[in-house]
């Protein structure tokens, strides 16, 4: 676990983040917003979660060589499911949030949209510097 926590230490405090942000009830505002604005929030949530994940991945290992199935799993997938897990949890562990199947939607996409970015943009850049 030590190992973790000296690897991705900026990873796993998104992590946290992202989970208060999930679990805590959000005061009472009347700002006027878009409608969807909580699909934007998601998909920025989940998509500085997972660039987060492939940038601190592609930073420890990029001189012992890159292991295409533990990134795509770690980066992709784990977020996901997490994602996932977190509606679960708004739906089943609290009165205040909904765990809307949308919100499901834009983390995944928010995952999708960083971990292609990654791939095409970040993951060459950070290669090269081999």
Not at 84 to 111: H, K, M, W
Request: aromatic share 14%; net charge positive.
């Amino acid at each position: 676990m030590l190992y973790y926590i000296k690897k991705y230490p900026f990873s796993l405090t998104v992590i946290l983040i992202v989970t208060y942000l999930s679990f805590f009830r959000p005061p009472s505002v009347n700002i006027p917003l878009f409608e969807g604005f909580d699909k934007v929030a998601h998909f920025f949530m989940y998509a500085g979660l997972s660039g987060m994940l492939w940038l601190e991945f592609l930073r420890n290992h990029r001189t012992s060589g890159l292991h295409v199935k533990r990134v795509i799993i770690g980066a992709v997938v784990c977020p996901v499911l997490f994602g996932g897990l977190i509606e679960l949890g708004q739906a089943c562990l609290t009165q205040y949030r909904g765990g809307d199947p949308l919100d499901f939607l834009a983390n995944s996409t928010g995952v999708l949209v960083a971990s292609l970015i990654a791939w095409y943009i970040l993951r060459p850049m950070i290669l090269k510097r081999r």
